[in-house]
């Protein structure tokens, strides 16, 4: 059996060798901008690390302990070493200078409608008076109200960093935060704080997650250092349209169908290389479980102690395992919105809401039944509502499509091993293997609604990949929800 380790690309920066020197130093002349008036030149990507062709540069919150240093007079230079002693992501560059560089490695179809749309940077500090509350923020205007507490969650101040997926209104947000103990008495020996953004869609928001992990390391070092940030947001600041009265208030319309019309090249670039590969270890055959959930639009909840930016991952996972290509399939459901972490100042949101996938730190959700279907403790997957009980229990088609599953990962880890073949990624083969999965089912049940003989019956559901038994109470509620009008007959028993 061949293994690949999960660590590095998602929890760890993987250093990738560097392209021939002179190429290299060639690229750099034709490519790099020149720098601002009165910024010194800074690179957004640590050295020696390059984004692999057809796909974006893995990036990740290292566990490492790292350490920095910093002259609040000169701007400084910061080391980092990996708390391990090995070369791990070792740089030394300005902190506190921000410039533009453009992320090699992605075709023109990869970047299909990449346009820099940042709405808001900001500064999230703890105040052992106040609590969480924003300390700097560029657009000054723009509300952020609740940011805050997204920005640090609950419990951050047991570990020293973390990054948080979140949204804000019709907005996402990323932020990195940074836990470090300091010698006063104000600050009860530590100092906590968060570096972030807001977008109108998370699909390029971790391009930016290395450039948030400086900034928070020196609001901890050298703290009321904004240049940077001012520099970042002038350079990737989005234009929205104006309101009459020339204030932006307005949201830009978002949807899942929007984000997915041209989903598979796009999905190659939302998140770091790994997290799906993590995500089948961590759950295993559960996921079989969760892509029922996902696929009959339920709300699912994922609660983690801290850290939390792992579990976002979680969230995005879930959400892949919903996806449809056909044509008018899901038009009139509910969309499976990536609500990423949550708290108890979401609560109000979640009233509303018909179908998300999100993740908390906060154990009180457990209580509040009312605002989800299904809640996930680790890797226990669970739902108080009785009618989709049955869905808890694996079937012998669930155990034969993950056994499928497996087997595809290991072919692929194999070719890649031994043949060297790095045409497909585990992340492709994922979200192949549950779209193939979701269009063969809707295709057939179209098929039948469209027939003279509109009726279902177990020949049907095997060709499914559905156990004819075990997938009834399934199969009933996906006719409910996606509104097929046919008939379920399975041994004689039938339901309409």
């Known amino acids: 059996m061949v293994k690949q380790s999960d660590r590095a690309p998602l929890l760890d920066w993987e250093e990738i060798p560097p392209p021939d020197p ?28 390059h984004a692999p062709t057809g796909t974006a540069a893995r990036t990740g919150w290292s566990t490492a302990a790292t350490t920095i240093t910093c002259s609040p007079t000169s701007g400084g230079k910061a080391a980092v070493v ?27 179809r990869d970047q299909w409608e990449e346009k820099d749309q940042i709405v808001a940077v900001f500064v999230v500090t703890f105040d052992t008076r ?50 470090m103990p300091v010698e006063s008495e104000l600050e009860r020996g530590a100092r906590m704080k968060s570096v972030g953004i807001l977008s109108p869609s998370y699909t390029l928001l971790y391009r930016y997650m290395h450039f948030l992990e400086n900034q928070v390391r020196l609001q901890l070092k050298c703290p009321g250092q904004y240049s940077p940030l001012e520099a970042f947001y002038e350079d990737k600041k989005a234009v929205l349209p104006p309101t009459a009265n020339g204030l932006v208030t307005a949201c830009p319309t978002w949807s899942v169908s929007t984000i997915n019309r041209c989903m598979h090249p796009e999905m190659k670039i939302t998140h770091p290389a790994g997290c799906m590969s993590q995500f089948i270890q961590f759950f295993g055959e559960q996921i079989m479980v969760l892509w029922k959930f996902a696929l009959l639009r339920k709300r699912i909840l994922i609660f983690s102690p801290p850290p939390i930016g792992v579990v976002c991952y979680r969230v995005y996972c879930c959400c892949c395992l919903a996806n449809v290509s056909l044509p008018g399939i899901g038009v009139s459901v509910p969309e499976l919105r990536p609500f990423f972490y949550v708290n108890i100042a979401d609560i ?50 669930d155990k ?3 056994r499928k599953l497996s087997e595809q990962r290991q072919m692929l880890l194999y070719s890649q091993e031994v043949d060297g073949d790095c045409t ?29 003989d509109p009726t279902l019956t177990a020949e049907h559901v095997r060709a499914m990949g559905l156990d004819p038994q075990g997938d009834r109470s399934f199969l009933v509620d996906l006719l409910d929800v996606y509104g097929i009008d046919i008939t379920l007959a399975i041994d004689s028993l039938c339901c309409t």
């Open 22 to 49: 002179n190429q290299a130093a060639q690229q750099q002349q034709q490519q790099q901008p020149p720098p601002r008036e009165g910024v010194a030149p800074k690179s957004s990507q640590p050295a020696g690390r």
């Open 130 to 179: 106040s609590g969480n509350m924003v300390e700097w923020c560029l657009p000054h205007d723009i509300n952020l109200d609740g940011v805050e507490f997204k920005s640090i969650a609950s419990g951050s101040h047991r570990i020293t960093s973390d990054f948080i997926y979140f949204r804000k209104g019709c907005y996402f947000g990323l932020a990195c935060f940074a836990n």
């Open 348 to 397: 109000t949101a979640l009233e509303t809401e018909l179908s998300y996938v999100a993740c908390t730190t906060e154990k009180i959700f457990e209580d509040k039944k009312e605002l989800y279907d299904v809640y996930i403790d680790n890797q226990n997957v669970k739902t108080h509502r009785s009618h989709l009980q049955p869905l808890l229990r694996l079937n012998a088609a």
């Open 424 to 452: 497909s990624n585990e992340e492709d083969l994922f979200i192949l293997f549950f779209m193939e999965l979701n269009n063969r089912i809707f295709q057939t049940l179209s098929d039948v609604a469209g027939s003279t």
């Open 82 to 108: 990996s708390g391990n002693g090995s070369p791990g992501r070792p740089w030394t560059e300005p902190l506190g200078t921000y410039r533009h560089v453009p992320f090699p490695g992605l075709s023109a």
């Open 400 to 402: 034969e499509k993950y």
